[in-house]
């Protein structure tokens, strides 16, 4: 039995797609993407400042065993830091071992908009130990280091 006939008699009936259906579809995902793109903004600023916080708080140790030892620091070098990375174009690392205060700051790069060229920063006295701050907006800086 020859099947072929009843193939060729299906593919003429159905022919594609009308331009209506494309255009609901092509609608559809704009809107999708409308709505994804600001989220993955957000989620990449917050991610960005997460990583830059985590960056410094690894020279906050060898920064607090100097201060300790009575060693002042001028560069993240000393500490066997980078001086920039992926996620910070500048990193610096100053303490003064005699007043106990110290300053550990991240200014970001390749970020959103939103957070690029802010910084976020570890500072420390001899009153009140270490404290973060950070120029990103409150709505991506992590919990433990409120933004502006």
Known sequence: ??????????????????????MVVVAIVGLLSALALPLYSRYQARSKVSAGLS??????????????QGVDTASPAELSGALSSGNCSSISAIAVAATGAASISCTFTNAPATVNGQTITWTRTQASGWSCATTAPAGFAPQSCPGI
């Open 1 to 22: 039995m020859d099947d072929g006939g009843c193939l060729l008699a299906w593919m003429n009936k159905s022919r594609g797609f009308t331009l209506s259906e494309l």
């Open 55 to 68: 960056e410094i708080s690894a020279l906050k140790v060898a920064l607090q065993i100097n201060l300790d």
